[in-house]
């Protein structure tokens, strides 16, 4: 396994919107920087057991930079256009984030400071820009999620919905001036998980769980998750508005989280199956 190309890895997937396989290579590769030698990430790995090839370099500057590049360019979306002094943000948050921080960042002439926060209700981008610039913010959302209004500095303005196969993009593009901003997105029935994969013992083989496919009905009332993990282990993965959720299929909703248990028929070897999530119905658009 080489940190290079799960972190390119990683990257597709944020950019065609399969956050959740996404964030378990980048959180795959970040984890290599904290075992061991603090900051080294290895240049391969064995691909059956946990533990670098006698042949790698110990500490390889592509892999350490496919940590970067994932989280910037793909969990966080972060893009600049120095020519016209534009900022992009378009991120898909994991389940158990409710906020994060991205200091100095430059386009052309303008540096930018963002604070991103989320609630239930609400999703804000406060902005602290050098001068005059332009933001496109685009945060992910679940298909069921509806867009209420979005303002900036407390006044309405117009946005856009992008639609894709396993969430939508509520897109808002407005220019900013020097100083503070705050853009904020009102947002109802938004929901979202993910699951924080570690890493194996050393010379161990893999037991984390695997999401496979992710599959929405035609009306968004339910999403059904094909998964992979050992037999006779129990998982738990993290849930955004846990409220929206009326039943679970093959799993269940425990202490604000979405617990997982394979059958030990199978002995200690992967095996696979469909959890089903149910929403309750949204009779209409805000």
Not at 108 to 134: D, H, K, M, V, W
Request: proline share 5%.
């Amino acid at each position: 396994m080489w940190p290079l190309f799960t972190g390119w890895a990683a990257v597709g997937e944020y950019r065609y919107h399969r956050a959740l396989p996404a964030y378990s290579n980048l959180r795959s590769n970040a984890l290599l920087a904290l075992d061991g030698s603090l900051g080294h990430v290895t240049e391969v790995l064995s691909g059956d057991y946990y533990q670098p090839l006698s042949t790698s370099s110990p500490h390889q500057i592509w892999s350490a930079a496919m940590v970067i590049s994932a989280m910037l360019r793909g969990m966080l979306g972060l893009e600049t256009d120095a020519a016209h002094n534009r900022f992009t943000l378009a991120p898909h948050v994991p389940a158990d984030w409710s906020s994060f921080a991205i200091h100095s960042v430059h386009a052309g002439a303008a540096t930018a400071s963002f604070n991103y926060q989320r609630t239930p209700n609400e999703i804000s981008l406060q902005i602290e820009s050098s001068g005059n610039a332009e933001i496109e913010f685009s945060p992910a959302i679940s298909p069921r999620a509806q867009v209420i209004a979005a303002d900036v500095n407390g006044r309405r303005v117009p946005f856009q919905i992008q639609n894709d196969q396993f969430d939508q993009h509520p897109t808002v593009r407005v220019p900013i001036q020097k100083g503070k901003s705050a853009l904020r997105l009102r947002v109802a029935n938004d929901f979202a998980i993910s699951y924080s994969n570690s890493l194996p013992a050393l010379g161990s083989s893999s037991r984390e769980l695997h999401v496979i496919s992710e599959s929405w009905s035609g009306a968004n009332d339910s999403v059904t998750l094909e998964i992979a993990g050992i037999s006779g282990s129990q998982y738990e993965l993290a849930v955004w508005n846990p409220g929206e959720v009326t039943s679970v299929d093959g799993g269940q909703i425990k202490n604000g989280k979405l617990s997982i248990e394979f059958s030990p028929e199978h002995g200690d070897t992967y095996s696979r199956q469909k959890v089903t999530i149910h929403f309750s119905h949204i009779s209409g658009r805000h």
